[in-house]
């Protein structure tokens, strides 16, 4: 395989999602809709926190952390893809294509490290109790907040170099509506069998490991909160079930992107989509309805600045 970067296309033209003028308009109208509780959402979530100092434990700390990231990744796709509707002609430069493919990567994975980061908290918090004030010390939850973030560059930069060392000489066009790595590789002129592996592997099995080990992390918290009977047991169930319906919204897409040969599914660009604009969107909603402190201080803190 040439590894030499013979780069000769300056930019890709994306098909979109669809073709259809009306399904388009339609699209654009939820898309936007998503967008507009999705940013509210999750910073409301922030001020929410921030705000109270009742919610100061570890859970509420990543809790916005995750709301940040998810705000943050709301960015990398909607708004160019909101513009895009209405554009006879979609594209987007080399430089701007690997720039979103990056962040794409960078915020995701680090999303991904923070639940499992969450599910070590909720670990701890319900099997070790009378360790988990000096386990989970404010120390602790920088440092491990501080190796999410060098865990999401580190995993993102390995994508966009394996990237930057395929040459890309026509055709260059992308049937997506963003940029990702099965579709870029797809154009490179040279063959990609080895560079597909290395990214199955990167991302796809890291994607699958952390979901099986969530899922069994999960799995043991469960068991051992039924064994015994407390005051706390229900809100610690609510709060593992939210946990768990945020692990198969996350994983679920990402696992059927990642864990499989490159090759074009029907399905794609509907999984996609759900990966990119609504997945982000959930997120507050899920936490905000099963999360009774949360929900409460919300409403707190809406009312003192009379939103109602």
């Known amino acids: ?12 033209i994306l098909l979109g999602l669809t073709q259809s003028q009306e399904a388009q308009i339609l699209l654009f109208v939820l ?19 921030r705000s109270d100092p009742g919610l100061n434990a570890p859970l509420y700390f990543f809790l916005g952390n995750l709301a940040f990231l998810d705000a943050s990744y709301s960015f990398i796709v909607s708004p160019r893809m909101l ?15 690997i720039t979103q493919l990056f962040f794409l990567h960078f915020l995701g994975v680090g999303e991904m490290f923070l639940l499992v980061i969450m599910a070590f908290d909720r670990y701890i918090a319900i099997c070790r109790p009378l360790h988990y004030a000096t386990v989970m010390s404010p120390r602790v939850c ?54 597909e592996l290395l990214m199955v592997s990167n991302s796809g099995l890291l994607t699958l490991l952390c979901f ?31 946990h768990i319906i945020i692990v198969f919204l996350m994983f679920g897409p990402a696992i059927f992107i990642y864990t ?30 099963r999360n009774q402190e949360v929900k409460a201080s919300m409403i707190k803190l809406l009312r003192q600045h009379r939103v109602f």
């Open 212 to 242: 099986l080990g969530l899922l069994a992390s999960y799995a043991i918290i469960l068991c051992r909160i039924k064994r015994h009977s407390s005051e706390g047991k229900s809100k610690a169930i609510s709060t593992c079930t939210t």
């Open 1 to 12: 395989m040439d590894t030499g970067n013979s780069t000769v296309v300056t930019e890709f």
């Open 142 to 195: 920088y440092a491990l907040l501080l190796a999410l973030w060098l865990g999401g560059f580190a995993h993102s930069i390995v994508q966009v170099a394996f990237i930057l060392h395929l040459p890309f000489c026509g055709p260059n066009q992308l049937d997506n509506f963003f940029c990702d790595v099965p579709q870029v590789i797809k154009l490179a002129c040279t063959d990609t069998f080895v560079v």
């Open 83 to 97: 513009v895009d509707f209405f554009s006879e002609k979609k594209v987007i430069s080399y430089n701007c294509c």
């Open 260 to 289: 499989r040969p490159f090759r074009v599914f029907p399905a794609d660009k509907v999984v996609a989509l759900f990966h990119t604009v609504i997945f982000p969107l959930l997120n507050p909603v899920i936490y905000t309805l």
């Open 31 to 49: 898309v936007s809709m998503f967008y507009l509780i999705i940013l509210p959402g999750n910073v409301l979530i922030i001020l929410t926190i």
